[in-house]
C-alpha cells in the first residue's frame, strides 16, 4: 500500500515559471511532511517542511501548500531555474521523528533555460 | 551539507554473497536510518535506532538482513546472502531527538549484485 501518493512523475517547465509537485497521503495521523530534493548523484537533502497547524510555509521561491481535510499538499517552485532540475520528493512521519518517514515516488523536474 | 558518513559508496557482490557497508552517523546524531532506494527512486524504510537499540524494522530486514550501531563504532547494514533485488542504492540518514529535527542523509552505498 503506497501511503503517500505523488504527481506527476515527470515534470518539465520553461525558466521562469511556476512548477507544481502535487502529493497525497493515507494516514490522518501524519503531522510532518517535509519535501527532499536529489539531485544525481547525491543524497536527498531537505527542502521545506510543514505541519498541519498550518495551511501554508514559504521559504524564498518554495512554497507548500497543505489542505488536510483532503490530505493533500503541493509544492510551488516560482521562478523555476535550470538549476532546480532534480527529482523531488514528498514524505510525510508522525510527530516524534524516531519515527520512519514515508516517502513518495518522487517526481523528476526538468527547468528549460 | 551532511555530515553523514557512508563507506563504500559502491559495492559489487556475487549473489549469495555477504554485503556488508557502514555509515557514521552525524556527530551528536542519536537517531540513524536505513533505507533502501531503488532504481526507481522508491524508498523502502529498512530500520531505524536510536543510539544502539532498534527502533523498527520491516520484516524483510528480520530475514537476510542485519544492521547494528554498536557505540563508539561505525553503524553497519549486512546482507547475509544477496540476490539480485537487493541491488539499490541504500541510504543511511541521521538526526537528532525531538520534533521538527532535520535528517539528515549520507550520499548512500550503491549496492550491485551480479
Known amino acids: 500500500q503506497q501511503q503517500v501518493r505523488q504527481s506527476p512523475q515527470s515534470l518539465t517547465v520553461w525558466e521562469g515559471e511556476t512548477a507544481i509537485l502535487n502529493c497525497s497521503y493515507e494516514?490522518?495521523?501524519?503531522?510532518?511532511f517535509p519535501w527532499y530534493h536529489q539531485f544525481p548523484g547525491e543524497s536527498p537533502a531537505l527542502l521545506i517542511a510543514?505541519?498541519?497547524?498550518?495551511n501554508k510555509k514559504e521559504d524564498g521561491r518554495f512554497t507548500i501548500f497543505f489542505n488536510k481535510r483532503e490530505k493533500k499538499f503541493s509544492l510551488h517552485i516560482a521562478d523555476s531555474q535550470p538549476g532546480d532540475s532534480a527529482t523531488y520528493f514528498c514524505a510525510a512521519s508522525h510527530s516524534s521523528n524516531t519515527n520512519k518517514v514515508v516517502f513518495g515516488t518522487g517526481t523528476r523536474l526538468q527547468v528549460l533555460p | 551539507n551532511s555530515k553523514v558518513i557512508q563507506t563504500p559508496r559502491y559495492l559489487v557482490k556475487g549473489q549469495g554473497q555477504k554485503a556488508k557497508m557502514r555509515c557514521i552517523p552525524e556527530k551528536g546524531h542519536p537517531v540513524v536510518f536505513w533505507y533502501q532506494q531503488n532504481k526507481n527512486n522508491e524508498f523502502k524504510f529498512l530500520i531505524n535506532?536510536?543510539?544502539?537499540?532498534?527502533?523498527?524494522q520491516i520484516d524483510m530486514t528480520e530475514k537476510r538482513f542485519s544492521a547494528e550501531c554498536p557505540s563508539n563504532s561505525p553503524c553497519s547494514l549486512e546482507i547475509q546472502s544477496s540476490e539480485a533485488g537487493d541491488s539499490a542504492l541504500y541510504l543511511c540518514?541521521?538526526?537528532?531527538?525531538?520534533?521538527?529535527?532535520?535528517?539528515?542523509f549520507g550520499k548512500g552505498t550503491r549496492l550491485t549484485v551480479v
Open positions: 494516514d490522518s495521523t501524519f503531522d510532518y
Open positions: 510543514i505541519r498541519p497547524v498550518s
Open positions: 535506532f536510536q543510539n544502539q537499540e532498534v527502533l523498527q
Open positions: 540518514a541521521s538526526s537528532l531527538l525531538g520534533k521538527d529535527t532535520e535528517v539528515f
